[in-house]
T-cell receptor, first 110, second 115 residues
Framework: SQQGEEDPQALSIQEGENATMNCSYK?????LQWYRQNSGRGLVHLIL?????REKHSGRLRVTLDTSKKSSSLLITASRAADTASYFC??????????FGTGTSLTVIP | KAGVTQTPRYLIKTRGQQVTLSCSPI?????VSWYQQTPGQGLQFLFE???????NKGNFPGRFSGRQFSNSRSEMNVSTLELGDSALYLC??????????????FGSGTRLTVV
């Protein structure tokens, strides 16, 4: 079974607004990563947060991790049309094998 | 530097046939993982190779197999294709052999259609 589950499944916002998506997972992890996928292409690594970190920033991205609740959130600020994509969280329960969630489909309306 | 290269990009096969997909990782990366992506099941882990050894295997039938060569290039093979094998197959490489904590670099994938 998959380790991560994203919520919501789909999100539609206006350009300039913030987008927040959440990820819940089931077992202890070493780290959690977020990826973006544009329509049927490969995934692009966005950001990694380690289990001993609570928050991390990268440009317009902000990721939080709450290991007690086994959840993470990805915030994209000041969204752009180019941010339209599917976003996945991935967790590594075993160190060499990542489990991906089902993804959140984000649509940013110009 | 060049990214992860997967060939072919698109493939159409008939049920019962077999198929081989290829992945060339980023130069210097020794870990290669394969994933199957379908609309219904999302991204499912197939297997991971490091230095020509399979280190992890997902929950797929024995029809799915793979290997890695000494130059880190990897192939996966699916025998006796079924309609349900239609999917986007993604290859990902990582530069840290003992821990892929720094993230994968994905290829663009091979879109396999079984008819």
């Amino acid at each position: 079974s998959q380790q991560g589950e994203e919520d919501p499944q789909a999100l539609s916002i206006q350009e300039g607004e913030n987008a927040t998506m959440n990820c819940s997972y089931k077992t202890s992890i070493n780290n959690l990563q977020w990826y973006r996928q544009n329509s049927g292409r490969g995934l692009v690594h966005l950001i990694l947060i380690r289990s001993n970190e609570r928050e991390k920033h990268s440009g317009r991205l902000r990721v939080t991790l709450d290991t007690s609740k086994k959840s993470s959130s990805l915030l994209i600020t000041a969204s752009r049309a180019a941010d339209t994509a599917s976003y996945f969280c991935a967790t590594d329960a075993t160190g060499n094998q990542f489990y991906f969630g089902t993804g959140t489909s984000l649509t940013v309306i110009p | 530097k060049a990214g992860v290269t997967q060939t072919p990009r698109y493939l159409i096969k008939t049920r019962g046939q077999q198929v081989t997909l290829s992945c060339s990782p980023i130069s210097g990366h020794r870990s290669v993982s394969w994933y199957q992506q379908t609309p219904g099941q999302g991204l499912q882990f197939l297997f991971e190779y490091f230095s020509e050894t399979q280190r992890n295997k997902g929950n797929f039938p024995g029809r799915f197999s793979g290997r890695q060569f000494s130059n880190s290039r990897s192939e996966m093979n699916v025998s006796t294709l079924e309609l349900g094998d239609s999917a986007l197959y993604l290859c990902a490489s990582s530069g840290l052999g003992q821990s892929i904590g720094y993230g994968y670099t994905f290829g663009s994938g091979t879109r396999l259609t079984v008819v």
